[in-house]
Nanobody, 125 residues
Framework: QLQLVESGGGLIQAGDSLRLSCQAS???????MGWFRQAPGKEREFVAA????????YYKDSVKGRFTFSKDNAKNAIYLQMNSLKPEDTGIYYC???????????????????WGQGTQVTVSS
């Protein structure tokens, strides 16, 4: 059972940067790894993901060019560098892992098996 623990959230102003980290309890080199977020009153949504066989992350359109997903297999960790943050980026950010996903289901949160507890990101205007 893979356990995930996020860190790095906080309260920041619009335009600032933040880096989230997710530490896994075991090896992640065979897992799809992803970041999702959930704003108050809204459903959990896809932010970014990386397939185990692909070095190029996939991003939600609204974060492309501002967010950067990275992975360190040696440390069993993933990161999300978030720049030029906007108030609409506010939410609880979750780290997720899964095996056996196909590309068309990558953005579907129900297909992911392992979740962290989430870390709050609040961007003030």
């Amino acid at each position: 059972q893979l356990q995930l623990v996020e860190s790095g959230g906080g309260l920041i102003q619009a335009g600032d940067s933040l880096r989230l980290s997710c530490q896994a309890s075991g090896r992640i080199n065979t897992y799809h790894m992803g970041w999702f977020r959930q704003a108050p009153g809204k459903e959990r949504e896809f932010v970014a993901a990386l397939r185990p066989t692909n070095s190029n992350p996939y991003y939600k359109d609204s974060v492309k060019g501002r967010f950067t997903f990275s992975k360190d297999n040696a440390k069993n960790a993933i990161y999300l560098q978030m720049n030029s943050l906007k108030p609409e980026d506010t939410g609880i950010y979750y780290c997720a892992a899964a095996q056996g996903l196909i590309l068309s289901t990558l953005r579907d949160s129900s297909r992911w098996n392992y979740w962290g507890q989430g870390t709050q990101v609040t961007v003030s205007s």
